[in-house]
């Protein structure tokens, strides 16, 4: 399959060098068709329907930027790629898309003469910037001293200024967190594979939180547990920070150069405690946020969950600034969230609620507006038989800094991935390159 993917590259590339574009009035140009290659449905399906960037290309002058790409089209026996050519004047911001490969040396009649470009290269002539394109076609250009974002381009015709963010929804297996790792790499490789460059999963995901028919919670050292409740030593599924799970997930996010939260049952070697946890890992695969829940929820928590320690750390990142809160740290640290202006709240999230509960609906989507933060909202689900006895499943979400709800789920009692693209935010070339800083 390799060798096949590989010859049809060839012919590709062979075809980019023969055609050369000639716009100038008067002068007869035959047409030229678009160079199409035919795969299988399930390459299609593993490559998505995403432009496929194969090439970014600086002008010699800096000037300008070309971009070929595959575009697909479905059909009965397969799909068809379609090869484009996309040049932007960076200076004016227009853009012009052609159905067919351009030749690095391209006459046109804009300014007259011809616009010659560098051989491949992703960085412009003086050094100074770089372009690199996601697996969406979007198009990031960025200066190479100072790390920041100066300019976004899109293949398609949507806004420039956004980035695809997920928020799983997902049931995790109490005390089972080799079987969730498993289930939550699935889940993380889809909506990488969407694009999406920030995801968040629920509260405690990769030990489980409490059974799904409320009965079992965590208890360590002979701590009292709520009326009803049965206690289970978290000793053999408890991780320390960095271990097991955040190296396994710090490489899935260096795979799919994405921020990725990893919410998980944490313990204190050294002084034996255990911590409702969860880790920002960033592109590069480490550790940006180390964030312990400061407010455990008394009635599933007393018997394990120790008060976090490590304050309110953020992560400034060329996305935004980002910070992190578990669950029911919601009441009194999304204040505190907002003084430290993140832009975006990664929000895990094990909900507990009364039938009919507007949390979600008006509580949540106010928090987020009287802080002036964006929430991507990830909230656990349980398995449909048997039938929960109990609310607040479900319902996740993603809300804008003015408090709309931008997308959620379709099923509470379902695994589901929603997707939405929020606006990035300006960013100084001082907050661009990634930092943490602890509050």
Request: with cysteine; charged share 25%; net charge positive.
């Amino acid at each position: 399959m390799r060798c096949l993917w590989s010859f049809r590259l060839a012919i590709f590339f062979i075809l980019s060098a023969s055609v050369v574009m000639l716009a100038d009035e008067g002068e007869k140009r035959s047409p030229v068709r678009s160079a199409t290659q035919r795969v299988s449905p399930h390459d299609a399906a593993w490559r998505g329907q995403f432009p496929q960037v194969t090439s970014i290309t600086f002008s010699l002058d800096g000037q300008w930027l070309m971009a070929s790409y595959y575009r697909s089209a479905m059909n009965r026996a397969g799909t068809d790629w379609t090869v484009w050519t996309v040049l932007w004047n960076l200076e004016t911001g227009k853009r012009l898309r052609f159905q067919k490969p351009l030749q690095h040396h391209v006459r046109m009649r804009m300014g007259g003469g011809a616009i010659r470009f560098s051989p491949s290269s992703s960085s412009s002539p003086d050094g100074k910037r770089r372009a690199s394109a996601d697996i969406r076609g979007i198009i990031r250009i960025w200066d190479v001293k100072s790390g920041a974002l100066v300019r976004t381009l899109r293949l398609d015709d949507r806004p420039t200024n956004t980035v695809l963010v997920a928020a799983i929804q997902c049931y995790s297996k109490f005390g089972e967190p080799e079987a969730n790792r498993k289930k939550l790499t699935r889940l993380v490789n889809r909506a990488a594979s969407r694009g999406a460059k920030i995801i968040v999963l629920p509260e405690t995901a990769v030990t489980g939180y409490l059974s799904a028919d409320l009965k079992k919670t965590w208890q360590a050292g002979g701590r009292p547990v709520s009326g009803g409740l049965k206690g289970v030593d978290p000793k053999d599924v408890a991780e320390t920070v960095p271990g097991p799970s955040t190296k396994m997930f710090g490489n899935l996010a260096k795979k799919w150069g994405i921020y990725l939260t990893v919410p998980l049952l944490e313990v204190e070697r050294k002084t034996g405690r255990y911590y409702n946890t969860s880790v920002l890992l960033g592109p590069d695969g480490r550790i940006l946020i180390h964030y312990r829940k400061r407010d455990p929820w008394k009635w599933a928590e007393c018997g394990w969950a120790s008060r976090g320690d490590r304050g309110n750390p953020v992560a400034d990142t060329h996305f935004g600034r980002l910070g992190l809160l578990i669950c029911y740290d919601i009441h009194d640290q999304a204040k505190v969230m907002g003084r430290l202006k993140i832009d975006t709240l990664l929000y895990s999230i094990a909900w507990v609620e009364d039938k009919g509960s507007d949390w979600f609906a008006k509580k949540l989507p106010a928090i987020a507006k009287a802080n002036k933060f964006n929430i991507i909202a990830a909230n656990w689900t349980v398995p449909k038989a048997p039938a929960p006895k109990w609310h607040g499943y479900g319902q996740s979400c993603i809300i804008d800094a003015a408090g709309k709800v931008l997308a959620k789920v379709k099923g509470n009692l379902q695994e589901e991935i929603v997707y939405t693209e929020l606006p990035l935010p300006a960013l100084s070339p001082n907050k661009a390159t990634p930092t943490t800083s602890k509050k």
